[in-house]
Every structure is written in C-alpha cells, then in structure tokens.
C-alpha cells in the first residue's frame, strides 16, 4: 500500500490473486514493465490492458510536464483500446503486441491525427491515412499512446530543433535526450510507455537510444515499409523500434517487417524470426580499426564500450580487427547525399498543396514567406546545401561523386562480412551534452553520427544496447549485422544484454 497514492492503487491490489501478484505489483510499476513481461502477465490474466495504459498515462502526467516527451496524448482513445484488447482476450489468443501501450514519433502518420513532423509548417495538418507501420500496430491490438517530439523534419542529433520546445533527457533533465527521435527514446527510458517507435536516416533512433539507455534499433533499409513516414531522405530513411529490452526489440520488428505493395523499396526476403544463442562461440565480431582510432571519443564512453567487447569475447565471441575502406568518408557521403534529396522532398512544403501558408502574396512571396516562416534555421541549411549540391555545374563534383563514394562503402562492407558476423563501435562519442551545447555549432552536432551513418550509407541493420554510464550517463554499444540478418545481429545483442 505504500506504492499506492490513492484509491486507485488500492482497487488495483484488490485485483491481486493472491500475496504474490500483490508483491509483485509493488515492487514493480506496470508502466516499467518489458513488452514480453507485460505480456506473460496479460495472458494469465493477473493484469489488465487498460491497468498498463493507465500506469503509463499516469506516469506522462506525472513527469512530462519536465521531459516533454509527448506532443500530443491521446488518454481516452488509449483507454479505450485497451479496453476492447482486455475484451479479447476473454475469447482468443492474442499477438505479442496486443494491449501494449506504444508511443509514435511525430513523423509516423495515424489517420484523423495530426502529425506535423516537429515542424510549424505542419502544425495543423491531420493525418488523411495511416502509415503501413502504425495500421500493422493498430491491426495487431497495440494501444497507441500518443505522438512524441522530434528535430523538425527529422533533422538534428538532439530534439532541440523541434518548432514546440525542447525535449530533456530523463537522467539529467539540463542535458539532451539525442534525436531526431530524441521524444522517443526519453519516453521509453522514463517508462512513458512500454515502447515507441522512431525514424532513423543516420543515427536518429540509435543516437538517442544511446544517450537514453534504452534499446535502440535500425532495420535493414527495405525491411520495414517507409508508406506513412514523413519523408527526410528517402534512400536512407528506415523505421525501428526503440524499446525496454533486446528482446522487445525483436519482439516490435516481427510485427512491422514486412514487404508493402505501398512502398516498392520493400524487399522480398524471408520474415524476421529470432534465433537465440546460449553463447557466442564460432561467432565473429569486427572491431573496424578506422572508427577505432576516432580522437573525439569521450574517454569514459571509449573504456565502456571496450569493456563490452570483452564482455562478448568472454562470452565466447572471436574478437578481430577489420579494415573497413572509405569508413571516413561517410559522414561527408551522408552530408552530401542526405541534403539532396532534403531538398527534393520538402519542395512540396510550398504552401500550395497542404499545411501553413502565407495568404494575400504574390505567388513567388507565398512560397518564400510561407516557407521562411514554416520552417526552422536547420531544415533551411540542409534545404539550401542540397539545391546547392544539385545545381548545374555542381551536380557532378558533389552528388555523383558522393554516389560513387556510397557504392565504395557499400563494397566495404561486404567484403568486411566475408570475414565477421557483426561490427563494433560506439553508438555516439559522447554522452547526452548539455541543452544548447552544441546548437552553434553544426559541425560538432554532425560528428555526432560519426559511428551510426556508415549503416545507413550503406543499408545495414544496426542496433545500440546499453553498456554502463560514464558520469552517470548512459553509453551505448553499437553493433553493426549483415543485410537482412537481423536474428544474427540481436541473438549477439541479446546474449551481451544477458
């Protein structure tokens, strides 16, 4: 009855069994619980869906007025369903999503929702569909929770570039949460929800999963359907989840994977299934010696990661050293490739067609005024840098050649999986910076994808897992897996996290 503030905890213990389900709903929350947990409690019965959801929209009233994690709650559709998911259950069995309370970031679009993309040039647009990801969920029974806060369009390492505030990091609320899925991951890691999903286009769910100390994971690009996503970059955009555990991490991509006749770049290749291993031996995992010799990693951050990799080699693992040729160059490839096709996609924020606009202009005033005003400093740089490297006598020396340099890193790759399993790294070099540490200074905000963009670059799964703090802040181990080999890259993720 301690754990309990007011009446509604005292029904809740009534509800209990017997000693132990009261026990246990003390010791634990039911809004910190893991999917596979909350979901082993719903199919004996000892919980309700509606009991979860109220635990974690209790928990967004509690501590998001400080975090501002949420855009947008949407409490009564929530409860009720999970009421009709509680319904269910009395009659059938039920998916491994079905009553899980599961945030959406802004871009994700759910029909008759807005869904602005953190931006102001979408703060009145509402969705006219939903995105082939968030039907699955819904399909599936998933309780959505609400939209989270992002970088506008996508764009930043930190949700400070959001047009509606700034989100904090829950473990030091005068620091960054990362981004662009920075609302994402800071209402996973303060048990917000049971898990949310994120966009990633070179590092944006692992980034801040790392700085959250949560679980943060990219597909291969064309595992998982873009239809619906507000698009950044659409040859390096990918949607994942960011979750509690590994294994709710699988558990997420299982339901959402899968090849969509509404998205061509969808591959035709065999479900994701997961493969648990009891231990690493005859596995390979490469420690990519370019990304080993970065200088700007933090010290506390280089020891953490490399007690990890002997945390895997004790585990069983053969650890060895990689060459991994033009590693170097993909953060200049993404910072060329990405703002091009920045640029090609939000062209159709002119105004014209949907979201704000400057009325009573000429039309040359509507589209300039419409999109100065509508749009934030960083979305107008990355926009100015793409036309810039698209434009005539530009195109070759930039863009193409920045196509060739991709086509080379993705030939380093390959040939580096010819001899590993998986890739080894930090997932950022630092951990969570102070709020407003960085925002002048974009170089240094860039450098922060220097370990996540090569997998995007390259269309690799990757996934960053927690692996200690430094300072009281989180570090996150990055692994790297072969295309489509997602069982691969979590049973290795999986056995570290045991």
């Known amino acids: 009855l301690r754990f309990g503030r007011d009446d509604r905890c005292k029904r809740s213990l009534r509800f209990g069994r017997d000693d132990k389900i009261v026990h246990d709903r003390i010791k634990m929350k039911l809004n910190e619980l893991t999917i596979k947990k909350a979901r082993e409690l719903l199919d004996k019965g000892e919980v309700s869906s509606r009991e979860i959801t109220q635990a974690c929209l209790d928990q967004i009233r509690a501590k998001d007025g400080e975090i501002h994690a949420f855009l947008d709650v949407y409490e009564q559709e929530a409860l009720e369903a999970a009421d009709k998911s509680d319904a269910r259950r009395k009659s059938e069995v039920l998916g491994p999503l079905d009553g899980i309370p599961i945030a959406l970031k802004d871009n994700l679009m759910l029909q008759g929702k807005r869904c602005s993309a953190g931006s102001k040039i979408l703060e009145n647009y509402t969705a006219a569909y939903s995105g082939t990801v968030v039907r699955k969920l819904v399909d599936q029974g998933a309780v959505i929770l609400g939209r989270t806060n992002m970088d506008e369009f996508a764009m930043g390492s930190s949700t400070e570039h959001s047009a509606y505030g700034v989100t904090k990091n829950p473990h030091d609320t005068k620091r960054v949460p990362g981004g662009s899925s920075g609302g994402s991951a800071a209402a996973v890691a303060d048990n917000m929800c049971l898990a949310a999903l994120g966009s990633d286009t070179g590092g944006s769910i692992r980034q801040p999963a790392s700085l959250c100390g949560v679980v943060g994971l990219k597909p291969t690009y064309g595992r998982v359907s873009r239809y619906g ?137 509507t589209y300039s005024k419409t999109r100065v005003n509508g749009l934030g400093a960083e979305v107008r740089r990355r926009i100015l840098l793409g036309t810039y490297a698209l434009s005539k006598g530009y195109y070759d020396a930039y863009y193409v050649q920045a196509k060739k340099v991709q086509k080379l890193i993705h030939t380093g790759y390959e040939a580096a999986f010819r001899d590993v399993d998986a890739l080894v790294t930090p997932t950022a070099p630092t951990t969570a910076f102070k709020i407003g540490e960085k925002t002048d200074d974009p170089l240094a905000m860039y450098l922060e994808d220097v370990f996540t963009v090569g997998a995007n670059v390259a269309g690799l799964p990757a996934i960053s897992i927690p692996c200690g703090e430094s300072d009281d802040l989180p570090v996150g181990l990055h692994l790297i897996g072969n295309w489509f080999k997602e069982d691969e890259l979590l049973a290795i993720a999986k056995r570290y996290e045991h």
């Open 229 to 365: 996503l507000i698009a950044m970059a659409s040859s390096l955009d990918q949607i994942g989840p960011l979750t509690k555990s590994v294994e709710d991490a699988a558990l997420v991509l299982s339901c959402i994977q899968g090849q969509d006749h509404k998205d061509q770049t969808t591959a035709q290749v065999a479900d994701f299934s997961p493969k648990w291993k009891k231990d690493l031996k005859g596995v390979r995992i490469g420690m990519p010696r370019q990304a080993w010799e970065e200088k700007g990693v933090d010290k506390g951050v280089r020891e953490k990661v490399e007690a990890a990799v002997e945390e895997l080699k004790s585990a069983g693992a053969e650890i060895k050293e990689v060459d991994l040729p033009y590693t170097n160059e993909a953060l200049a490839v993404y910072y060329l490739v990405m703002p091009c096709e920045v640029s090609a996609n939000l062209s159709r924020f002119d105004g014209m067609r949907y979201g704000m606009r400057e009325k009573d202009l000429s039309l040359f005033e």
